[in-house]
């Protein structure tokens, strides 16, 4: 059904990075809730999310790679509203696996919103969060005739979509950023599932008034508080360097857009601390660096550098499997200069009437370190700290200096079901104890080889073999979420593994005669049986259906370069693989190309 959505689009800037320096240590998915005055009715919020899916069909995504940069592409799945299980911020964006990039669950009277940084920011996310609490809300009590605030009425599919970052790119160079490395928290991080979470309910007036006191923002007071709460546990050896946040900027309120994707850019902030700072000396330094930082120019001059690199013809044209290592590269050096990270959402919005069935909203995202991020609703202001860290002396003195400069607060109960959850699955520790096996197979052949012939002869057979299985067993277990990928790593490797026995054992050639041509035939048969059983969309299997035709005619060509002996499966298989791609071009060419270009946009 035509929406007006395309059906695959690029990442824009800012979430280039993301899928390559996604882990177990952080997922890279941030949580909005909403906390309700009653317990969530689960039908109730599932005819809410299909209703706001209307709105927003561009998160009904899932990330692909292609040979140069991942991309999003639409997919005809249907979210679901499951029951709060798993530890908050679990991963979305698992390799392979055809999954949506978001999800709603709920528990009690709380309604989750969880989605993967590659999709949206903060801004999209809370725009979701909106619209799904409100038509939820309108659901529940038809009888209050609740009115709908207005969330973009007039954006456009290509509204939506669009990638800002482009869009206002010029090609203007500006001076590089000199940046100085900041204190890093180093020690023992804990896993994911571990991972602290503190919240603080501080009344907004309150926090208002204290931070106009100082002639700041609340967004630059609370900076400067947390500068100050890292700043107490840093050592006086390493006090050289400054204690230094990151702030996501929202580019909306300098560039006019209403994409729902990804448009943030962020500027850094900190201090130099000696045992006489004040809290006072900080947020003025603050002050001075938001003015510097949040001109128009610097932030016009910032987004076109992140931009640039995108945009650098010879960047473009490296391969994703070797530009992800200096993406990562880049990501690693980048963080040297940042020790926390502090994002302010900005408040959320209702008509009257809502608030009778809305106590408050929040907001914390996965980190590796330490991050804080903040939203407001009515008069509470949630602030929301996740740490890997140990122990929790930053949120001690963050709240230790709230209460010296007579802040109220009060610390939100943590209530998840799935926290300290082990996420271990089943098939890892199948495959360690394969591992394990393996090993005691290698062993034991030297072991029984030398007490029985005093040398070591067929041990190497039996080494050889069990590497090889082993190494196509570790090939099938990663890529067990793909299986038509699968297929394609297993021809390969399978060839090359069979080419090199042959060689070692005397060529005699049965590698390319047998080996390659059945192998190729066979993957091409049972991709066309894999994806009529499991009803794929074209998008799933076209591109592996002409990788692997495309394979099947190799043996021809090595045919014609006389390196086989016996013809028949060579020729066989080439024709075959021949008229599929024939036919893919043929009756299929649009989408043929499409995929292609998908694949290999640059």
Same mark, same amino acid.
């Given at each position: 059904m035509e929406t007006g959505y395309s059906r695959w689009r690029k990442l824009d800037n800012a979430a280039l990075a993301f899928p390559l320096v996604t882990g177990k240590n952080d997922t890279r998915v941030f949580r909005?809730?909403?906390?309700?005055?009653?317990? +969530?009715?689960?039908?109730?919020?599932?005819?809410?999310?299909?209703?706001?899916? *209307?709105?927003?069909?561009?998160?009904?995504?899932?990330?692909? *790679?292609g040979l140069f940069w991942f991309y999003l592409e639409r997919?005809?799945?249907?979210? +679901?509203?499951?029951?709060?299980? /798993?530890?908050?911020?679990?991963?979305?964006?698992?390799?392979?696996?055809?999954?949506?990039?978001?999800?709603?669950?709920?528990?009690?009277?709380? &309604?989750?919103f969880e989605v993967y940084h590659a999709l949206t920011d903060g801004t999209g996310a809370m725009h979701f969060l909106q619209e799904l609490v409100q038509n939820y809300l309108i659901l529940l009590h038809p009888e209050e005739e609740l009115s709908k605030i207005c969330l973009d009425e007039v954006s456009t599919p290509g509204d939506q979509e669009e990638d800002s970052f482009s869009?206002?790119?010029?090609?203007?160079?500006?001076?590089?950023?000199?940046?100085?490395?900041?204190?890093?928290?180093?020690?023992?991080?804990?896993?994911?599932? !571990?991972?602290?979470?503190?919240?603080?309910?501080?009344? +907004?007036?309150?926090?208002?008034?204290?931070?106009?006191?100082?002639?700041?923002?609340?967004?630059?007071?609370?900076?400067?508080?947390?500068?100050c709460a890292i700043g107490e546990e840093i050592p006086r050896n390493k006090r050289k360097r400054p204690v230094a946040l990151m702030i996501p900027v929202n580019l909306?309120?300098?560039?006019?857009?209403?994409?729902?994707?990804?448009?943030?850019?962020?500027?850094?902030?900190?201090?130099?601390?000696?045992?006489?700072?004040?809290? /006072?000396?900080?947020? !003025?330094?603050?002050?001075?660096?938001?003015?510097?930082?949040?001109?128009?120019?610097?932030?016009?001059?910032?987004?076109?550098?992140?931009?640039?690199?995108? *945009?650098?013809?010879? &960047?473009?044209?490296?391969?994703?499997?070797?530009?992800?290592?200096?993406?990562?590269?880049?990501?690693?050096?980048?963080s040297r200069s940042i020790t926390a990270v502090y994002s302010n959402i900005g408040i959320v919005r209702f008509s009257p009437g809502y608030e009778k069935y809305i106590d408050h909203f929040g907001i914390f995202a996965s980190t590796n370190i330490l991050q804080l991020c903040s939203c407001s609703y009515q008069d509470q202001m949630l602030l929301g700290f996740t740490s890997k860290l140990p122990n929790d002396n930053i949120q001690r003195n963050f709240q230790k200096i709230l209460r010296e400069e007579e802040v109220g607060f009060r610390e939100e109960e943590q209530d998840f079901p799935g926290r300290n959850q082990e996420l271990e699955k089943e098939g890892k520790q199948i495959f360690r104890l394969f591992t394990f096996l393996c090993l005691v197979a290698v062993v034991a052949s030297a072991v029984l080889d030398y007490l029985i012939t005093g040398d070591l002869n067929w041990f190497w057979f039996v080494a050889a073999g069990t590497v090889c299985t082993w190494?196509?067993?570790?090939?099938?277990?990663?890529?067990?979420?793909?299986?038509?990928?699968?297929?394609m790593w297993q021809l390969l490797l399978v060839t090359i593994l069979a080419v090199l026995w042959d060689h070692y054992t005397g060529w005699i050639g049965w590698s390319l005669d047998f080996v390659l041509p059945i192998g190729a035939l066979g993957v091409l048969c049972s991709m066309a049986v894999i994806a009529r059983v499991q009803h794929l969309e074209r998008e799933e299997y076209l591109f592996y259906l002409v990788q692997a035709a495309m394979a099947g005619c190799i043996p021809v060509i090595l045919t014609f370069l006389n390196l086989t002996t016996f013809v028949y499966p060579s020729v &066989?298989?080439?024709? &075959?693989?021949?008229?599929?791609?024939?036919?893919?071009?043929?009756?299929?060419?649009? !989408?043929?190309?499409r995929e292609f270009h998908k694949k290999l946009r640059m």
């Open positions: 909005f809730y909403c906390e309700c005055k009653e317990n +969530v009715d689960p039908e109730i919020l599932q005819q809410a999310l299909d209703e706001t899916m *209307k709105r927003y069909p561009l998160f009904q995504a899932v990330l692909r *790679k997919r005809d799945i249907l979210p +679901v509203v499951k029951e709060e299980k /798993k530890p908050p911020c679990s991963s979305l964006y698992i390799p392979d696996k055809k999954t949506l990039l978001f999800e709603v669950t709920y528990y009690k009277k709380r &309604i989750n869009q206002y790119y010029t090609a203007e160079s500006g001076r590089a950023e000199r940046k100085s490395h900041a204190v890093r928290l180093k020690g023992e991080k804990l896993p994911h599932e !571990d991972m602290k979470i503190t919240e603080l309910n501080i009344p +907004v007036k309150e926090i208002h008034k204290k931070a106009k006191s100082y002639g700041v923002s609340i967004t630059i007071f609370l900076a400067a508080v947390m500068l909306r309120n300098y560039f006019p857009s209403q994409s729902m994707t990804n448009f943030f850019g962020w500027i850094e902030v900190g201090h130099t601390f000696t045992e006489n700072t004040t809290l /006072k000396e900080v947020v !003025d330094h603050v002050k001075v660096q938001f003015e510097q930082g949040l001109s128009r120019e610097n932030v016009a001059q910032r987004m076109s550098g992140y931009v640039r690199l995108e *945009k650098n013809p010879v &960047i473009r044209a490296v391969p994703l499997e070797i530009k992800k290592y200096f993406l990562m590269l880049g990501a690693s050096l980048g190494l196509l067993v570790a090939v099938a277990y990663s890529k067990r979420r793909n299986i038509l990928k699968n297929e &066989i298989c080439s024709g &075959i693989s021949f008229l599929v791609l024939a036919g893919l071009l043929i009756f299929q060419k649009k !989408d043929t190309l």
